[in-house]
């Protein structure tokens, strides 16, 4: 805030009802609270029960600013209507029902805001600490929102950029207002032309989760940063922008809980009530009021008012200024001329809500003339978020919208994201179904919008994983490393008609360079099972590491289909180091603590069934047939009786048989144990006494010994043993010790310090 003027009046900040002063930025509580009554005033809304999905999605695109909670699985919408709208709904057969629960629940909801604000008013050194929208605490107020951006570009000076690119309203005429905003994410290192993403978000103040959602994915890029090879990619060779907020004015009203759509302008439908402003995202210039007065309104205070004249508001000559210094005009001046399939960038309006994917044209029921690449990249995107994707008209077309600029004049691939199911979502969805279902998407198109209608048609390529923790801990240089992945062309949304896939024809890597950079130098990869003939494979190849230097490297992964398309590009980092690595443990049991060891049903021995204690020594005749104390020093091992003298407990009257739990072993590995076996023969049977140590490696179909003592005379004594075991193998170890069918003989038996580790 730049030159801020002191209003010196007793009033609360709404960004958190602090305590600190009140600026002119700022509403006061008085006019907080008279538009909350008018809010309250609002009766006309209703139920309207659809005929069927399609036609609620429809009616959800036509109606939106009028629309106020979605229930599809319960069979209805809730819309603020006017009487020729409930006419227009009921054409499509819809049944209007006065929706009695939601105005008194709303009622309560700001009634209680209201009596919070005056409480907070009289005692605001309480709420000092506050930084959310009050009720709502995963969503930034305006100012929290500016302040974390902010100090984004302080902890990443070279990732991070606070762009100034205009005014609000409020700000233009002197009533105090916002700077609007952006965002700029990319690794200014990295020189060169860069692929560029434009996000906007709240352009519809009352819509909370979607400048959070922006502020979110800002911080998954420069958190991955260093971090995550795709976020480290993204930032070194495209460019990320963030209007935040777009109409901050109007945002910082619905921060009180009312249903403010539309920016402050004063100048329409009177100073002071809450049905002032323009509609936003009905003022963009290129298909304003191109409908004749259906997609928009004239009225002034329509929620849907469309202003003056195109692109008569601050806040959208801000967005458009900005847009057209991003791209250069690859669009024909008709309006049926289509960019060029090699058109860089993606812009993306966030709003809510209705889950939906929508994408050009709004104002018109033909295709635009990119509409099937359009198409599919939408339905790429609602594979992620899960929405249904489809063109922006609905029931009735909308115009003025925020796509006519980046796709109507320039030809940019434009996209409408509305989230979750009503405004003022709450805060667990958003956490738990909004963010994490809706950042995917937003980074799949960081990693597409150097080509986005064409490369979404191909296959992605995802699960990447190098062997020998190579992505971590690092190998020597001239290691070999296994990379694996998954080839896949079927990842679309087909719940609006069925995206055309194709199988997967070849897959690729490369080492530090990117696909598109000079001198970059593909590296074949094959099919997991020996043949590229479906449309999901798995893909695998061997990195010959030697002549890296140390360090970090990138390796860029991405795979083609039969109609020739490559598709998106992951990454995995692949770390050479001289120190050797840490070795992994698949398994590691010192039997201080149960591991799933248990005695077999095969067991046929009356006594000495397995145990995991501490061994005491047991001596018979000069022989020990029992340590004393574990191998490892902790003072447990697993053997066969607990002896307090030699034969009180040992194994009699058949095999006793203790079995470990299945082990996989995803790495090339080493088996290693302590083992121990003490016998004194009397010659009561001659061949019946053994002590065996077997392991399986295919999940106990077959055992191979790796102990095995027969009728012997025997010391007990600690001895090791390993053994190699294969990365893919599904481990089971068997012990198993036998005093013959005469049970005369001492027989003693156990291990101590088993582990599968990494070599």
């Known amino acids: 805030m730049k030159n801020p003027t002191l209003l010196m009046v007793s009033t609360v900040c709404l960004l958190g009802f602090t305590a ?27 139920r309207a029960y659809f005929p069927s999905k399609d036609i609620a999605r429809k009616a959800a695109i036509t109606f939106h600013s009028q629309l106020l909670e979605a229930h599809y699985d319960e069979g209805y919408l809730i819309f603020e209507l006017t009487p020729a709208e409930i006419r227009q709904l009921t054409a499509f057969d819809f049944k209007i029902k006065r929706a009695t629960q939601y105005i008194e629940r709303r009622s309560a909801a700001l009634q209680a805001r209201q009596q919070l604000m005056q409480r907070n008013a009289l005692a605001p050194q309480a709420n000092v600490n506050i930084q959310a929208v009050p009720g709502f605490p995963c969503y930034e107020t305006v100012e929290d929102t500016f302040a974390v951006a902010q100090d984004f570009v302080s902890t990443y000076p070279n990732l991070a950029q606070w762009i100034d690119v205009g005014n609000s309203w409020e700000k233009t005429v002197g009533l105090g207002g916002y700077d609007i905003n952006v965002l700029k994410l990319t690794n200014q290192s990295v ?32 958190e991955g940063y260093d971090n995550d090879a795709d976020a480290t990619w993204i930032l070194d060779h495209h460019e990320v922008h963030l209007m935040l907020q777009t109409n901050p004015d109007g945002r910082k009203r619905a921060e009180t809980g ?44 329509s929620a849907t008012f469309r202003g003056p004249q195109a692109g008569s508001e601050p806040e959208i000559q801000a967005i458009e200024g900005y847009i057209r210094g991003l791209w250069p005009d690859r669009r024909g001046p008709n309006r049926n001329n289509a960019a060029p399939s090699d058109t860089s960038g993606i812009h993306i309006d966030i709003h809510s809500f209705s889950e939906l994917v929508l994408w050009p044209w709004g104002d018109a029921n033909q295709a635009a003339p990119n509409g099937p690449a359009l198409r599919t990249l939408g339905r790429k995107f609602a594979f992620f978020n899960g929405y249904s994707p489809q063109q922006s008209i609905g029931l009735y077309p909308t115009d003025g919208t925020s796509d006519s600029v980046s796709y109507g004049e320039l030809g940019v691939a434009a996209y409408t994201f509305e989230l979750g199911t009503s405004f003022f979502q709450e805060c667990s969805i958003y956490e738990n179904t909004i963010k994490p279902n809706n950042i995917p998407a937003l980074v799949y198109a960081a990693k597409v919008v150097r080509t986005p209608y064409i490369t979404p048609a191909g296959p992605d390529s995802i699960n990447l994983a190098l062997s020998n923790n190579a992505s971590n801990g690092g190998v020597p240089a001239g290691t070999l490393v296994t990379l694996t992945a998954t080839a896949s062309d079927s990842r679309y949304n087909n719940s609006n008609g069925s995206e ?6 070849s897959s690729e890597y490369y080492i530090d360079l990117a696909p598109w950079e000079n001198g970059a130098s593909a590296q074949a990869l094959s099919a997991s099972d020996g043949s590229f003939n479906q449309r999901t494979e798995g893909i695998t190849g061997v990195i010959d590491t030697s002549g890296l230097s140390n360090g970090r490297h990138t390796v860029y992964v991405r795979s083609r289909d039969n109609d020739g398309v490559w598709g998106a590009v992951s990454a995995v980092f692949l770390n050479i180091t001289d120190t050797p690595p840490p070795p992994t443990c698949a398994f590691e049991d010192d039997f201080t603590t149960s591991t799933g060891w248990s005695n077999s049903s095969a067991s046929t021995c009356s006594t000495g069934t397995y145990v995991r204690t501490n061994p005491t020594q047991a001596t018979s005749s000069g022989v020990i047939t029992q340590v004393s104390g574990d191998a490892g020093g902790d003072g447990f091992a697993l053997f066969t009786a607990t002896n307090s003298s030699a034969g009180a407990n040992d194994v009699d009257g058949g095999v006793c048989i203790a079995q470990s739990p299945t082990i996989t072993v995803n790495e090339d590995s080493t088996l290693s144990f302590a083992w121990f076996h003490g016998q004194r023969d009397t010659g009561d049977d001659g061949s ?27 010391q007990a004594q600690w001895q090791n043993e390993t053994t190699p075991i294969a990365a893919g193998s599904s481990v089971i170890l068997r012990v198993s010790a036998s005093d013959g069918s005469a049970a005369g003989d001492l027989v003693e038996g156990g291990l101590d310090s088993v582990s599968i580790c990494s070599d």
């Open 20 to 46: 600190t002063p009140v600026y002119a930025d700022q509403i006061t509580l008085n006019q907080s609270l008279q538009l909350m009554e008018q809010e309250k005033a609002i009766t006309n809304v209703y």
């Open 500 to 505: 055309s896939t194709q199988n997967i024809n």
């Open 688 to 714: 019946g006494d053994f002590f065996e140590v077997e392991y399986s490696t295919n999940g106990g179909a077959s055992f191979s010994s790796l102990v095995n003592i027969g009728d012997v005379r025997t």
């Open 191 to 222: 020189s060169g032309s860069k692929p560029k993403l434009f996000i906007n978000s709240a352009i519809h103040a009352r819509e909370y989760a979607t400048a959070p959602l922006n502020l979110d994915f800002a911080r998954w890029l420069l």
């Open 258 to 301: 009312i249903s403010w759509r539309k920016n402050t302008n004063q100048n329409y439908c009177g100073p002071t009530g809450n049905s002032r402003g323009v509609d936003l995202n009905r003022n963009f210039t290129f298909s304003w009021n191109s409908t004749n007065g259906v997609g928009s309104s004239g009225n002034q205070c």
